[in-house]
C-alpha cells in the first residue's frame, strides 16, 4: 500500500466551464483511522454532472480548499471497529482522493454477483443507473408502448434510461446527443430507434423530425431549447421528468427555455423534477431488476472507463464536454488487470 495519500481539492470558483486549473492534487501522510473507523484505499471513483453545480458557491457546495466529495469504491486497508473488517469492499461518498476515513454508517457493502463487475455499481447498479430507473418507474410512471424523448442520451442516465426503457416496454425511443456520431451509437448499440446531433439543426425541428407522432414522455437532462422542443412535442396527458441542466451548467447567462405555458393546461402535462438522494430505498428493487438482465447479457454496461487517479480532473472536464460514451468512471491502476 503506498505510505501517502493523494487527495483533489478546488482552488477557485469557476465562470463557465472550469479548467485544470481550478482544481491542485494535495500529498499527505496516509491518515490515521481513529477507533470506530477505517481506513480504505479507493479503486473506482464516480465524477458526475452534478459536480460541476457543487463547485459554484452554492449551499452544500464544495468548500475551497479541501478534499472533494464523490462516489467511490474502496478496499479496506486497516480497521479500528469490528464493524468493518480489513479486505472488504465497500461503496461509500468520500471519494476525489486516493484513501479515505470512513465510520460503518458511511459505507454501503456491495452484493457480489457472477458476471457483474464493481464498476456497475458506480454506473447502471450505481446512482447513475438508479436516476434513470427512478426517472421511469416512479416520476414517469412508464406504461408498455409509452414514446420516450430523452435529452443527453448518450451520457450515462441517458444510455441507461434508454436501456431501461426498453426492458420496460416502452415504444419508439428517442434520443439527442452531441455529436452524429453518438447519435449513431444510440441506434446502433444503446437501442435507441432514432437520435439526432442537437447542434444539426432547431431542436424542434429536429425532434418533430425524429419522432413526427410526438412523445408521452420526455427525461430532460439538458433544459433550454431542449426542453422547449419537448413541450411542444408532448401528447395529451405527457410527463417531463427532470433530471438536469446541463445546458446551464457552465452557461450561467443561459436565457430559460421559451415556449407555450398553455401547452400545459391545455394537454394536461406533468413537470417533476428529484433528487435521487431521496429515493434510496428504491436501491434493492433496482437490483432485482438489473442484475439478472446484467447476467444474461439483455442489458450491457455503458461505460467510459479513464485509468489513473492523477487523471481525474482530467475525465471530469471530458465528461462536461461530452467526450465520454456512457457513465465515465476513474479506475486505479492496480484494478487495470483484476477481474471484477
Known sequence: MNETALTVHQTARPHGFPTAEHFAFVESALPEPPAGSALVENLYWSVDPYHREMMDDVPDGFALGAPLEGRAIGRITASRTPLLAEGE?????????????????EIRRLPRFDGVPL???????GGTGLTAYVG??????????EDLFVSAAAGGVGTATGRFA???????LVGSAGSAAKADHLTREVG????FDYHAGPPAELLRKAAP???DVFVDNVGGLQLAAAIGELREFGRVVRVGTISQYNDPDASPPHFDYADIVEKSLRMEGFLVSNYRDVQDELYDFAIPHLQSGRLALDETVVDGFEHIVD????????????KIIVRDRTEVSSVG
Do not use: C, K
Open 213 to 215: 407522432d410526438g412523445i
Open 119 to 125: 464498476t456497475a455499481y458506480l454506473s447502471i447498479l
Open 192 to 195: 435507441y430507434d432514432a437520435a
Open 136 to 145: 421511469l418507474t416512479r416520476i414517469a410512471r412508464l406504461q408498455e408502448g
Open 89 to 105: 469492499i465497500v461503496f461509500h461518498r468520500r471519494g476525489w482522493r486516493t484513501h479515505a476515513v470512513v465510520d460503518p454508517d
Open 166 to 172: 426498453r426492458l420496460l416496454g416502452a415504444g419508439r
Open 315 to 326: 475525465a471530469f472536464l471530458l465528461m462536461l464536454r461530452g467526450g465520454n460514451t456512457g
